[in-house]
């Protein structure tokens, strides 16, 4: 067996034991995520396949893609199509806002991280939608702040 096809076995048996802070931690997810990207796996492309239907993130960012562009285009004559993620998560949030993953009872929470990475899923589709890193940075007490931003040319 192929060490590649070992990998995708023991990451598909580690997303089994973990599947619950998976579903329910957002640092957690963000560290699995990062995991699968280098054997090529997207447990976020597949609804029905294997990924989609075990761990359901895939409809996790489906349904977090949809409240994000909900939230950006209604701010957006207010903001000219550019808000920050943390924004979006605070108006989010303030809406209670909360998704159920595939064959879980329990809601999870969500992060910026996620909210990023449902818009990176919408501009794959030509929506109109991404984020921006941009940074301030003030030389003379050498401090940088930075922010996310979601622009939305729709």
Same mark, same amino acid.
């Given at each position: 067996?192929?060490?590649?096809?070992?990998?995708? $076995?023991?990451?598909?048996?580690?997303?089994?034991?973990?599947?619950?802070?998976?579903?329910?931690?957002?640092?957690?997810?963000?560290? *699995?995520? %990062?995991?699968? @990207?280098?054997?090529?796996?997207?447990?976020?492309?597949? %609804?029905?396949? *294997?990924? @989609?239907?075990?761990?359901?993130?895939?409809?996790?960012?489906?349904? =977090?893609? &949809?409240? !994000?562009?909900?939230?950006?285009?209604?701010?957006?004559?207010? #903001? @000219?199509? $550019?808000?920050? &993620?943390?924004? !979006?998560?605070?108006? =989010?949030?303030?809406? @209670?806002?909360? *998704?159920?993953?595939?064959?879980?009872? #329990?809601?999870?929470?969500?992060? %910026? %991280?996620? $909210?990023?990475?449902?818009?990176?899923?919408?501009?794959?589709?030509?929506?109109?939608?991404?984020? !921006?890193?941009? !940074?301030?940075?003030? =030389?003379?007490? =050498? *401090?940088?702040?930075?922010?996310?931003?979601?622009?939305?040319?729709?």
């Amino acid at each position: 067996m192929e060490t590649v096809e070992k990998l995708e $076995i023991h990451l598909a048996k580690f997303a089994k034991k973990h599947k619950h802070a998976i579903q329910q931690d957002p640092a957690f997810r963000a560290k *699995f995520l %990062e995991m699968c @990207g280098p054997l090529g796996v997207d447990p976020l492309s597949a %609804e029905k396949g *294997f990924w @989609g239907s075990m761990l359901g993130i895939g409809e996790f960012y489906y349904e =977090l893609s &949809v409240k !994000v562009a909900e939230v950006c285009l209604a701010s957006r004559s207010r #903001n @000219g199509g $550019i808000i920050r &993620v943390s924004e !979006v998560k605070d108006i =989010l949030t303030q809406r @209670g806002t909360k *998704f159920k993953f595939a064959h879980s009872q #329990n809601k999870s929470t969500y992060s %910026e %991280e996620d $909210i990023i990475t449902s818009v990176k899923k919408l501009s794959m589709l030509g929506s109109g939608f991404r984020t !921006v890193k941009l !940074v301030e940075l003030r =030389l003379s007490c =050498l *401090f940088q702040r930075s922010w996310t931003m979601i622009i939305c040319k729709s």
